[in-house]
Each structure stands twice: as C-alpha cells, then as structure tokens.
C-alpha cells in the first residue's frame, strides 16, 4: 500500500494562480462540483456546503450568500444555469474575449471555455443590446449563458486592467513537492498508479522520473488507457498503463500547473518546477509540450537535471589521451572550437564542461543561448528575449569585451560569420553545429559560408561526438560477440591510429545483463564518444579547395585521428559500453 501519510504533496503556486488552478480543478473536472457550480437549478443544501470552508467575516458572508441564493433561484425560474464566482474564477484569457467597455454596458463576463463551450456571464439577461450583443458573440463561439449576481461581476470586472500585464511568458508555473523517498523504483510507482489518490499522481510520476534519473516522461493517451513511457540513459521504456479516468486527471494537472490552457486544438508550450527534498538539488525545471492527438493531449514532460558545476570532461569520456588536443585550444587567446553531433548528442553538456575547465576570475566568459541549459556561477549568461534576433543579441554580446563567448548553437549564416570573424579578432569561441561529423560539418559550413579563407583561419579544432549507454556496473558480465559485430569491429579497427593499437590486442568485450540497480535494463547513465579534428596547415589548403567531407576524413585520419567508432570500440573493450550499442548509435 501507500505510504503517504508522512508526505506533503502539496501543489504551491502564488495566491492568484493558486486560486484559478484548485478552482478549476474542483469545479471543472469534477461532473459533480460542476452540477452545483453550473446548476440550472440546485439544492439549497449544495450551496451552503459549498460555502463551509469560506474565509470571510459573518456579516459579509450572511449577506453574500443571500445574494448568490438570491442569483441562483432566480437562475431556476429563467431556466438557465447559474455561476458562484467565488468558487470559479474568470481567467484573463477568457474575459478579453469582449472589451472592458462591453462588460459594463452589458454587466456580463466571458467566464471560462470547457468542452468547446463559451460559459458567459450575466447579471441581467433583460439588459438593453444584451440580446444582439450574445448573438453577436454566437457567431465565434458556441456560448452557454449563466447567471451570476452582481457582486460576482463587481468583483472581477477589475480583472480587466490586468490584462494588459499579463504576459504568456511571465506566467508563475507550479510547483510540485516531491519526496524522493516515496518512489524509489518503478515497481512502487506502478502500485502507487493503482493505489496512491488521483492528487498525488503528478508528484509521483515525477518523483519517479527523478529517482530514474529520466531525462523525459511520455503519456500517450489511448481510447481507454494511457501509456506511460520514460526516456532513460536515450532510450524510450515503458513504464505503466493507466486507466482512462487517471489519465484525465493526470493530464488537467499538468496542464494547469504549466499554466496551458485546457481546452487547446494545437501544440502548446509550458513549463512546471519540481522541489526534491534532495541535499544540494534546489529545484528542477520540466519543459512541458502538450499535443492534440486522436484520443486526447500527448504530453511530454522534459526534466531538466543536470548540476553544471560538477561538468567535467574527464567524466564526460575525453580520455586523457586526447585531452591534450582540447588543453591545446583552450590556452589560446582566439580561435573557434565547434562541438558537433545531432540533436541529444550531449554537445551542450561538452561545451559547460570546456566552460568550467575555463572558469576564473581573470577571464570574462559571456555566454548567450536560446535558452539558457545550465547556469554557471562567475559566466555572464544571457538569453534571446522575445522578438529579439540571435544576431542583435550575439553583437551586444560582443561588445561587453569578453575573452571567451559560447553561442549555443550556429543556425545561419549571419551567427556563423560574426562567430568566426569574432575568433579572428581576439576572443575564443566555443560553440555547437549540427552536424553527423567532423569532415561534414566542415563541409557544411563551406557551404553555408562561402569564405573558405574565412573557415580554414578561425577554426581551430571540431570535435564531433555521440552519446552511448554505460553498461550497469552491478550487473557487467563478458560477452561473445556475434559474427556480424565481429566482422563490424573488425572493419572499425582497421585503421586504429598506431599509438592505440596495443589497447586493441585482445579482444574482450562485456555487456549487462539487468539487475535492480537497473531496472533491468542491463544500462546506466551516458557516455561520450568522440573525435577531434585539428585545423592544420593541410587541412587549411583542403578547406581552401572545398575539398569533399570523405576527403576531408581520409586525410584527419591520416593524420592521426582517432574516429568516433574507434573511440567507441575502445571504450567497449574497457567495460564502459557494449559493441552493439556502439554500432546501433554511430548508424543513427
Ligand atoms: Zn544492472
């Protein structure tokens, strides 16, 4: 069974968005609280139960009530429904649906919009223009009118000059408590999605995330079911199957306590906080991104857990032979170092790890991203406001004089000349491309470029990367690989640079086989492969030639270059990953 007695679950948010999320909560996912709320008629009784836990004084209370009994039977006679808007709030997206000026003239309040349907406030449905004003409104929207007491429309008509502060981007997300203590494996998550309250399911599935070290949670509504999915170490397992009533709940917490909207037809963006009682974690930022699909809203959650400070290259799989080639480049006063490799790759996670290695004070590091991954103490970061160009931003970047900039990523033309003209003129550049690898994304910049001398002079060092699964430490045993990886490794090591080739005599490699330290996945955590491809002075006259990527990398590895795939095969001999996992990776 459960146990969370000893736990506070809670969901904190500010007071106002406070109020509007436990409101719509209670009011709109529940069919019951929604009868009494929006009654076309109603019990008496309901309504005092209602007004039980209210905070205001005896006096305004009595008199409050009255008026909102008042409202409600009144409600009755006309036959249409009635609304308490003390237990629903209006929100702001929905007022301005009509002007400030409108609401008064009519004394009427757009209210909320559920299942499609507009809910529209009015005090008096005998109001002169109401009628063609509503019909009007028809045209937009499917609207159901409901009566509410003038207090309730006094009350949030000022709501209004709220609006125009009101900024999508500046909405308080909420915040969810978690006690990594409740959820320590997926097994108890699984019980708790069947035992544990409909309240504490958000908490527990992130709780669970975390304690999996997940870096993203999946739910993928079904016609009566969801199915939970969590992306661990880069791969997608499942993880739970929910029923149909749990996933509704489930899905209307999220997306309140990201401050989305309810009752959206296209893709949205949000975000939520999770506070682990973790030593030293103080709170981790989940990206959330709803989208509508046949059987309901997909989610997926992405959590944000990484502590930057403790980024280092050394555990990141730069390996002490080549570290020497990354040493060389960051003594430099200028110059371009490019991370490159696809999307999850771990190219930002190098580029904090670099940024540490260059951390002190003597040195000014100005970064700028769009958004900013992790924050460094002693960098000065920033990140593109709303509407601003990556370029404008990049140039008041360069003019806060510093000695080291990273750009989060090279996307056009314009961001990749002023990053390279800024290498030649005094400052070290560290930034990412998208690219599969070295010799390509010299290729690619060529092109995007066209300024071969341009390239062949900033350029000081790529370095091309992927991310592998480690095999579980607790579980690593040897493994005979079969004839087609024979063959694979073979080919892979054909070439080994010569100063390698004494750590490749004896063929022996590992896999794991699953325990609970695992979940029996037979995996743990990351690493990475890598290979560094220096700007020389014969690979400046093949940039200056255009010469072709298979060029480019016939000619690096001549030089001595130790390819991702050796680094890789390397790494397997050393227990660190698996031969098939190498393969499976370098092919995507
Ligand atoms: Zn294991």
Known sequence: MSDNSNVNHQIRSNPSSGNTSSSLRDHYMDSAAQNTHYSSGGVTQDLHAQYAGDAHGVQSKAYRDSEELETLHKAKKLGIKYADLRQIIPEEDYIKIIAKEDAIKYLSLPIAIKQGKLFFGIVDPYKEGLTAFVKNLREDHDVVVVLISPESFRENIDRYDFIKTYEKDHVDQG????????????????????????????????????????????????????????????????????????????????????????????????????????????????????????????????????????????????????????????????????????TGSGKTSTLYALLNELNNPERKIVTLEDPVEYELPGLSQSQLNTGESFLDRFRAVLREDPD????????????????????????LLLTTYHANNAAT??????????????????????????????????????????????????????????????????????????????????????????????????????????????VIQAAAVKNGMLTMEQDGILKALQGFTTVEEILKTVKE
């Open 175 to 342: 915040t969810i408590d978690i006690d990594v203590n409740k959820v320590t494996n997926i097994e108890k998550l699984k019980d708790l999605l069947i035992n544990d309250g409909i309240q504490f399911l958000l908490a527990d599935l992130l709780t669970a995330a975390i304690t999996t070290k997940s870096s993203d949670v999946h739910i993928e509504p079904q016609n009566t079911y969801a199915d939970i999915r969590f992306r661990i170490d880069g791969a997608l397992h499942p993880i739970a199957r929910v029923p149909r009533d749990k996933y509704n709940y489930l899905i209307s917490e999220i997306i309140i306590n990201s401050a989305l909207r309810l009752d959206a037809d296209r893709p949205q963006n949000g975000h939520l906080k999770a506070i682990p009682n973790l030593n030293g974690i103080k709170e981790i930022d989940i990206r959330v991104e709803t989208i509508p699909v046949l059987h309901g809203q997909e989610v997926v959650m992405r959590l944000f857990q990484g502590d930057a400070t403790m980024l280092k290259l050394s555990d990141l799989g730069i390996t002490h032979e080549v570290y020497p080639i990354i040493k060389e480049i960051l003594v430099r006063p200028h110059g371009m170092m490019i991370v490159v490799g696809p």
């Open 404 to 427: 080291v900039i990273m750009i989060g990523e090279i996307r056009d033309l314009d961001t990749a000349k002023t990053a390279l003209q800024s290498a030649l003129t005094g400052h």
């Open 441 to 550: 994304a010299i290729a690619r910049l060529t092109d995007l470029v066209g300024d071969m001398s341009l390239i062949s002079s900033a350029i000081n060092l790529i370095v091309a990367q992927r991310l592998v699964r480690k095999i579980c430490p607790f579980c690593r045993t040897d493994h005979n690989l079969n004839a087609d990886e024979a063959a694979a490794v073979s080919q892979i090591l054909a070439h080994l640079p010569v100063s390698y080739q004494e750590r490749a005599k004896n063929l022996h490699f590992y896999k794991g086989k699953g325990c609970d330290r695992c979940y029996g996945i037979g995996y743990k955590s990351r690493i990475g492969i890598f290979e560094m491809l220096k700007i020389t002075t014969d690979m400046q006259q093949l940039i200056m030639s255009k010469a072709l990527p298979s």
